[in-house]
């Protein structure tokens, strides 16, 4: 059974930092591409960024670039989000999601919470 | 603004059919066939419902349908049942752009 676990979301102040796990199992974790997906309260989801099986291709929404950094360590099967500088925009709940297909993603982790507030 | 544009709502009764549209452009949904669809219910992370436009996961009933014309993508549920009541969102592979994928707002199915 395909399972993906987060971890590391909670309650942090607007510039400051937090990072993200993602424990996978139940699957060959270096024959996919992750990608971490956010939903704000209420709102719809935003693809946030992904990468590629091996680590060697990372790709961002702008409004993250240079400020959130996706890596993974495949032999912990295991993905990681590095988010600093953060704003209040992007408070969410953050998704680890593996993707089976271009812009498609067929398993979705249950979710952990980024709140940013002063 | 999302890149994709579905209506806010929409309802039926028990047994009726309904249809979600999501319209994108010729850089998402109208060029590629990676158009996916999502089930979410509240306090639930999202389930793949349909990907490449049509196809169905292992586990999806046959009452969940899907299909593209154009720019426009639509998922299809027949016999409502009132499980379905749940939010649906598209997605659309946009390589062209900065984004890998682009999401719609979300419509909210009431199943009266």
């Known amino acids: 059974e395909v399972q993906l676990v987060e971890s590391g979301g909670g309650l942090v102040q607007p510039g400051g930092s937090l990072r993200l796990s993602c424990a996978a199992s139940?699957?060959?974790?270096?024959?996919?591409?992750m990608s971490w997906v956010r939903q704000a309260p209420g709102k719809g989801l935003e693809w946030v960024a992904n990468?590629?099986?091996?680590?060697?291709?990372?790709y961002y929404v702008d409004s993250v670039k240079g400020r959130f950094t996706i890596s993974r360590d495949n032999a912990k099967n295991s993905l990681y989000l590095q988010m600093n500088s953060l704003r209040g925009e992007d408070a969410a709940v953050y998704y680890c999601?593996?993707?089976?297909?271009?812009?498609?993603?067929?398993?979705w982790g249950q979710g952990t919470l980024v709140t940013v507030s002063s | 603004q999302s890149a994709l544009t579905q209506p806010a709502s929409v309802s039926g009764s028990p047994g009726q059919s309904i249809t979600i549209s999501c319209t994108g452009t010729?850089?998402?949904?109208?060029?590629?066939?990676?158009v996916s669809w999502y089930q979410q219910h509240p306090g639930k992370a999202p389930k793949l419902m349909i990907y490449?436009?049509?196809n169905r996961p292992s586990g999806v009933p046959d009452r969940f349908s899907g299909s593209k014309s154009g720019n426009t993508a639509s998922l299809t549920i027949s016999g409502l049942q009132a499980e379905d009541e749940a939010h649906y969102y598209c997605?659309?592979?946009?390589?062209?752009?900065?984004?890998?994928?682009?999401f719609g707002g979300g419509t909210k199915l009431t199943v009266l």
């Open positions: 999601a593996r993707d089976f297909a271009a812009g498609t993603t067929d398993y």
């Open positions: 490449e436009v049509s």
């Open positions: 997605s659309s592979y946009t390589p062209n752009t900065a984004l890998d994928r682009v």
């Open positions: 990468i590629k099986k091996d680590g060697s291709e990372k």
């Open positions: 010729s850089s998402d949904v109208g060029g590629y066939k990676y």
């Open positions: 139940g699957f060959t974790f270096n024959n996919y591409w």
